[in-house]
């Protein structure tokens, strides 16, 4: 389970995902993408581009969608797109984990959130006490009571909760987290101490962030690299800088375009404004 420093930590390869017949078109078709440990990944796109999909499909939740997924993924060497669901579930939650857009789909309505975050440590091998004392450190390292274990999601806000969930990563130690538009639901202040906390996260744990946004802004202040999607493939994936400084596609150009923090005036458009409805895959 060891990588090299420098070796992949997460690599696809022709990774192809259908919905439909075999001989549909592939809503996600990547030749190539490889992240190392510790590296702090944003994937961009339009809307519609593949980016939820790839994600979930690295997590291995786009089967339970009737997706049909081709290719290889490889985790810490180990081959994901044929292994069995029982060492999938084994591996959300430990190894790999995902921070929704919407953090109150991550918990049970009807469970203190402590609930859901001591059954997920239990579930991964530790002891009542020490779910217990690793909770409790992990809530104050994200800057919460403890005694907000014991609310409800609905008692919660939207970034507090984001913040259990990334507590929860912290807790269980994962390498790979998936954050699929983690602040897009909550305000600019909310959404900065957010991406401040996921890369402590990073820096504690080198654990590997794929952050997926259309944001390309808000990517290139926190990532090390930009893969741009359009259309399921990776049409751009370079150094942040270099990719915001010399854009090389128009699908790139349009995203820096809606980004307002980056200088240009965002485009009136179909794209413009809340045209990023929650995917329900
Ligand atoms: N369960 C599904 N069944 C059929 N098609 C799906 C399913 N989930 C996603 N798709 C299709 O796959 C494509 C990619 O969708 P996806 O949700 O990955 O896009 P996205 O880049 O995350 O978009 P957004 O920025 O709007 O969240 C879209 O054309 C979508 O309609
Ligand atoms: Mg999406």
Do not use: W
Not at 10 to 19: E, K, N, P, S
Not at 142 to 163: C, D, K, N
Not at 262 to 280: H, I, M, T, V, Y
Request: aromatic share 2%; charged share 20%; hydrophobic share 45%.
């Amino acid at each position: 389970m060891t990588t090299a420093d420098d070796a992949p930590f997460l690599q696809l390869r022709d990774l192809r995902v259908r919905y439909g017949t075999a001989d549909s078109a592939p809503v996600v078709h990547i030749d190539q993408l490889t992240v190392k440990c510790g590296e702090f990944i944003g994937i961009a796109g339009e809307s519609g581009a593949g980016k939820t999909t790839a994600g979930l499909t690295v997590l291995g939740l786009t089967r339970h969608a009737g997706a049909r997924v081709t290719g290889s993924i490889r985790l810490a060497g180990e081959e994901l797109v044929s292994a069995p669901e029982r060492r999938l579930r084994r591996l959300r939650g430990s190894t790999m984990a995902l921070i929704p857009q919407n953090p109150a789909a991550a918990f049970s309505p009807v469970l203190p959130v402590g609930a859901t975050v001591l059954r997920a440590l239990r579930l991964h091998g530790c002891t009542r006490a020490e779910a217990r004392r690793r909770a409790t450190t992990a809530l104050e390292r994200v800057g919460l009571p403890a005694e907000h274990l014991t609310r409800y999601p609905h008692q919660l806000s939207g970034g507090q909760l984001q913040r259990v969930a990334i507590a929860l990563a912290s807790a269980l130690r994962t390498r790979l987290l998936i954050a699929d538009e983690p602040t897009s639901a909550l305000d600019v202040t909310v959404q900065a101490e957010i991406c401040a906390l996921l890369a402590e996260l990073r820096a504690a744990h080198a654990t590997a962030v794929l952050f997926i946004s259309h944001d390309l802004a808000l990517l290139a202040g926190l990532c090390d690299r930009i893969a741009v999607l359009h259309q399921g493939r990776v049409i751009e994936d370079r150094p942040a800088a270099n990719l915001i400084a010399a854009p090389r596609t128009d699908c790139t150009r349009r995203l820096l375009a809606a980004a307002p923090r980056l200088g240009a005036p965002a485009a009136p458009g179909p794209g413009e404004g809340s045209g990023e409805e929650a995917a329900g895959a």
